[in-house]
C-alpha cells in the first residue's frame, strides 16, 4: 500500500539553526500538508501546497518557516531559525485532491535545545 | 471551518460495538463529514468520509443524522488496537483543504 514517508524520524538541534524536514508524498497526489503536534497538544495545520504553491498557511507558519517541492517528488518544511518552542511532532500529508481523505506520514520529531 | 464537538473520551470493552458521536450543529451543505484517528505515537489515520448517507468501509460505519447536525463513528466489534484519539472534522469539498483537527475522543479499550 503506498505510504508518505518522512525523514528523519527524529532530529535534533541546536536554538537558532535551521533544519529541513522532508516528506516523500504519495506519487500521484496533487495536494500536501504539514501539520505539526506539540506533545499533548492537538494536531495543528501549519500550511498547504498545491501546484507549486502555498494555497494556504496558519498563523504558525510565520516568515520562519518555508516549503518546497524541488524535484516533483520530495515535499521539504525548513525552519530558518529554530527556537525551543518548536520541538515537536512534525507530520507531513498528501491527497489526491483537495477533497479527498489525506494520508499522513509517521512524523519527525523535531527537539530544539 | 465549521466546528465539531465530541466527547472527551470514551470506553468500551474489547470485541463490543463502540459508537463515538460527534455533533456539528452548523455543518454547511458543502461540508463533508471525516473521521481520522491517531494511535500512539503515530500520524493520523484516515478512517471514513461521507456526506449525507451513511457509509461503510472495513474499518468502520459512518452514521450520518438526517438533519446532519450530528454523526456517529461506528466500530463493530472494538480491539485493543482500536485504542486511539477519534477526530470528527468538516471539509468543505468547495474549498477546504486542509484539516482542522479538534482534541478528538480518546477510545479506552479495555481488555
Known amino acids: 500500500e503506498p505510504e508518505v514517508t518522512q525523514t528523519p524520524s527524529h532530529q535534533v538541534t541546536q536554538m537558532g539553526q535551521e533544519v529541513i524536514l522532508r516528506c516523500v508524498p504519495i506519487s500521484n497526489h496533487l495536494y500536501f500538508y504539514w501539520y505539526r503536534q506539540i506533545l499533548g497538544q492537538k494536531v495543528e495545520f501549519l500550511v498547504s501546497f498545491y501546484n507549486n504553491e502555498i494555497s494556504e498557511k496558519s498563523e504558525i507558519f510565520d516568515d520562519q518557516f518555508s516549503v518546497e517541492r524541488p524535484d516533483g517528488s520530495n515535499f521539504t518544511l525548513k525552519i530558518r531559525s529554530t527556537k525551543l518552542e518548536d520541538s515537536a511532532m512534525y507530520f507531513c500529508?498528501?491527497?489526491?485532491?483537495?477533497?479527498?481523505?489525506?494520508?499522513f506520514g509517521q512524523g519527525t520529531r523535531l527537539t530544539v535545545v | 471551518d465549521a466546528k465539531t464537538t465530541q466527547p472527551n473520551s470514551m470506553e468500551s470493552n474489547e470485541e463490543e460495538p463502540v459508537h463515538l458521536p460527534c455533533n456539528h450543529s452548523?455543518?454547511?451543505?458543502?461540508?463533508?463529514i471525516h473521521w481520522y484517528r491517531q494511535l500512539p505515537s503515530q500520524g493520523p489515520e484516515y478512517v471514513i468520509h461521507g456526506l449525507t448517507s451513511n457509509v461503510n468501509n472495513r474499518m468502520a460505519s459512518l452514521a450520518i443524522a438526517e438533519d446532519r447536525k450530528s454523526s456517529t463513528l461506528i466500530l463493530h466489534r472494538a480491539t485493543l488496537r482500536d485504542a486511539a484519539v477519534y477526530y470528527c472534522?468538516?471539509?468543505?469539498?468547495?474549498?477546504?483543504?486542509?484539516?482542522?483537527f479538534g482534541p478528538g475522543t480518546r477510545l479506552s479499550v479495555l481488555p
Open positions: 500529508a498528501s491527497s489526491v485532491d483537495g477533497q479527498d481523505e489525506a494520508f
Open positions: 452548523t455543518i454547511s451543505g458543502t461540508d463533508y
Open positions: 472534522i468538516l471539509r468543505d469539498y468547495n474549498y477546504g483543504q486542509n484539516f482542522v
